[in-house]
């Protein structure tokens, strides 16, 4: 995911890059061209000019000028890596569908320090197909409706119920994408134990973002020491659930669905419970910036599109006068909010919370008239896809109201896709309708202070988008 990038570069500045400058003075010299560009300075390459626009609310213009340049497919020198940049929804879709067979996922060392071996990020081949669709069938929309709704809708208003008065909605929202995973996983309830593991967790996080050297980097130190304490509380957790099974006691979540799998080494074995805390902390790590930051930016998107605001409001109002019996939302409310898809689809499509996905050529792949040399490093741009004119009619504004318009999603794809399509994207997408029903029947609310989105190193509001809160008066107060 391209955020955690950024950090990399310094360490493979000082090793990666000098081999690659020279590689690539080589390749260019052949017949078979690599896509046109510019590699920048020697060793640092184009890095400076991407963090410098990606720290500002417009970060468009460094690819838009590249492409502008040289085409949709440019090549530039990124993070200690020449790195090819894909812009156009074909050659994205054709890159993510050949995962294993032309490309594949690339992310740095650190990541795999941080979020363990054995998790789906770096799993291949076989047990990669498997276990991704172990994940999917635990997230999949039978899942949500028959098990997880109850659980989102009554952490949701549990969350909720206590706000009040000035709240940062970020730091909130985290908060509850964080419980609602861990009950998915594991079925623990709020309590002070989730709430300390989430501190460490967020250290963990932390990590992503700095140098990971340990040496040079106390923040690494410390992430790396972090996700120690987690893995130790988590592995109690699982010993724990081993041994109710091993006495007939049986729960319904992604832990039981891990113990009833073979395992990687098939032959009935099993995982073990290291193999088991990695699968685990990669599901934490997946589903909760991304889900919260994304519940966030849909109330600042609406917040400063007040019509969009209030045709949300009339659809989720609604919705709370028909259900007078009761307070709960059932399967059929969530398929009963279309604008709220509507906004949730251009949430997705114009904040781009992973804007985009690292991939690396397993071979010489030709592309549009271009050869990609094997072991390149390439970024597939899902970002520059959702903000070009030529896909969407005015590209870069808020505005939900097209999605009713189109049903054709061929250039939409917020969850990457191919075999690598995010496993939680259903998941999510629950998540954010309950948040928003309960949100605006409750409360309304204004911006306490400005804020403002940017990129860098992940994509945020800079203040964690500070709100003040209001009760409103016409909805009776329910838990
Ligand atoms: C708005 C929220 C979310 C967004 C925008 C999002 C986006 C993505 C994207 C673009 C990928 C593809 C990465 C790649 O191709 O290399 C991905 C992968 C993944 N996502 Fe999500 N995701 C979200 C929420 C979640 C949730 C709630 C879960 C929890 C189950 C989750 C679990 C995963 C996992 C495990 C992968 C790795 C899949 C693999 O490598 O096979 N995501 N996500
Ligand atoms: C979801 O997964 C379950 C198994 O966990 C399966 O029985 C069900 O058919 C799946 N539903 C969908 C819609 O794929
Ligand atoms: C939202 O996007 C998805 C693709 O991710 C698409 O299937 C769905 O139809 C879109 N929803 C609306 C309301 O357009």
């Not at 970020?170 to 709020?190: G, H, M, R, V, Y």
């Not at 250290?203 to 040496?215: A, D, K």
């Not at 109690?236 to 109710?244: A, S």
């Not at 999605?403 to 259903?426: A, H, I, L, V």
Request: aromatic share 12%; with cysteine; proline share 4%.
């Amino acid at each position: 995911m391209m955020d955690y990038y950024y950090y990399y570069f310094f360490l493979t500045l000082l090793s990666l890059s000098t081999v690659t400058f020279f590689l690539f003075r080589t390749t260019t010299g052949r017949k078979n061209r690599l896509p046109p560009g510019n590699v920048g300075l020697p060793l640092i390459g184009e890095t400076l000019q991407l963090i410098s626009a990606y720290k500002t609310e417009n970060p468009e213009p460094f690819i838009d000028s590249r492409v502008a340049r040289y085409g949709s497919l440019f090549t530039t020198h990124v993070f200690g890596e020449r790195t090819v940049f894909c812009t156009d929804p074909e050659t994205n879709r054709f890159i993510l569908q050949n995962e294993g067979r032309l490309f594949e996922s690339s992310y740095p060392g650190s990541i795999f320090n941080l979020v363990g071996k054995h998790s789906l990020l770096f799993m291949r081949g076989p047990l990669h197909r498997r276990m991704h669709s172990l994940t999917m069938s635990f997230a999949n929309s039978t899942i949500i409706k028959d098990h997880l709704l109850v659980d989102i809708d009554r952490l949701v208003r549990l969350n909720l119920h206590s706000w009040t008065g000035r709240i940062l909605l970020l730091e909130e929202a985290k908060k509850i994408t964080f419980e609602l995973t861990l009950k998915q996983l594991l079925s623990i309830d709020p309590c002070e134990w989730t709430e300390n593991l989430r501190k460490m967790y967020m250290r963990v996080i932390e990590g992503f973002f700095s140098i990971p050297i340990p040496i040079f980097s106390v923040t690494y130190r410390r992430a790396l020491q972090a996700r120690r304490r987690v893995a130790e509380a988590l592995s109690l957790v699982v010993k724990e659930r081993r041994k109710e099974r091993e006495m007939g006691m049986k729960k319904n979540d992604m832990l039981a669905a891990l113990f009833d799998s073979d395992g990687g080494g098939g032959g009935g074995v099993g995982f073990s419970d290291d193999e088991i805390v990695d699968f685990l902390v990669s599901l934490l790590v997946a589903g909760y910036d991304t889900t919260s930051t994304t519940m966030t930016l849909a109330v600042k998107f609406l917040t400063d599109t007040p019509v969009a605001l209030a045709h949300l409001k009339e659809e989720h109002d609604e919705i709370r006068t028909k259900k007078v019996a009761s307070v709960t939302l059932e399967w059929e409310d969530y398929k009963s909010m279309p604008f709220t898809q509507c906004v949730i689809n251009e949430t997705l499509r114009v904040s781009n919370i992973i804007g985009g996905v690292f991939r690396r050529a397993m071979t010489d792949v030709d592309i549009k008239g271009y050869t990609i040399p094997r072991g390149s490093k390439v970024f597939t741009s899902l970002r520059a896809v959702h903000l070009d004119q030529d896909n969407f009619k005015d590209a870069r504004v808020f505005n939900p109201w097209r999605w009713q318009k189109t049903s054709d999603s061929t250039n939409f794809m917020p969850f990457g896709g191919g075999p690598r399509r995010c496993p939680g994207y259903e998941l999510a997408r629950v998540a954010l309708s309950v948040f928003l029903h309960h949100l605006v029947t409750r409360f309304s609310w204004e911006p306490a202070e400005e804020d403002k989105l940017v990129f860098f190193p992940t994509t945020r509001t800079q203040k964690r988008y500070p709100i003040i809160l209001q009760h409103r008066s016409n909805v009776a107060e329910t838990m």
